[in-house]
């Protein structure tokens, strides 16, 4: 076995002929690097926990507010936000377009005779008779389409 493969063999790299060793500017320019490096990680660290515990305050889904935040898990946030912005709204918009047909007037007998015809729910040919205004020809011609 050779001195080259003696040395490769117990950790050490074979000489390769440079003489260079690392002068002592180059470790503590190391040093003072790494030093800031740590100091820049941990004031990131107290930044980011201030930033998200703001947001965790102030976060009201219920307001449709889109609040965003920075780190790893932002598309994330982002989408659950939206999600959950856009079910309030369609929750608010169907509970809009339940009380206005609930205002609708309609007559006892036009619903009889949907159900009769038709054979369904009566509470599916209120809600059909009200969708068309009353109108018995129109609810008659929808629930055939």
């Known amino acids: 076995m050779t001195d080259s493969e003696h040395r490769t063999l117990n950790g050490t790299a074979p000489d390769d002929g ?3 060793q690392p002068t002592e500017t180059d470790e503590s320019a190391y040093k003072k690097s790494t030093k800031y490096d740590s100091g820049a990680k941990d004031l990131e660290r107290v930044t980011d926990y201030v930033e998200e515990e703001e947001i965790l305050n102030s976060n009201d889904l219920s307001s449709g507010r889109v609040v965003t935040r920075d780190g790893p898990f932002d598309l994330t946030f982002k989408a659950l936000q939206v ?11 169907k509970q809009k377009k339940e009380s206005e047909l609930a205002k609708i007037q309609i007559k006892k007998e036009d619903v009889d005779l949907i159900v009769k ?13 009200r969708e068309h205004s009353g109108d018995v020809v129109k609810a008659l011609t929808a629930l055939v389409d």
């Open 18 to 20: 440079s003489d260079e």
């Open 83 to 93: 999600i959950g912005s856009r079910r309030i709204e369609e929750a608010a918009e």
């Open 117 to 129: 015809e038709m054979e369904i729910s009566r509470t599916t040919a209120e809600r059909t008779l």
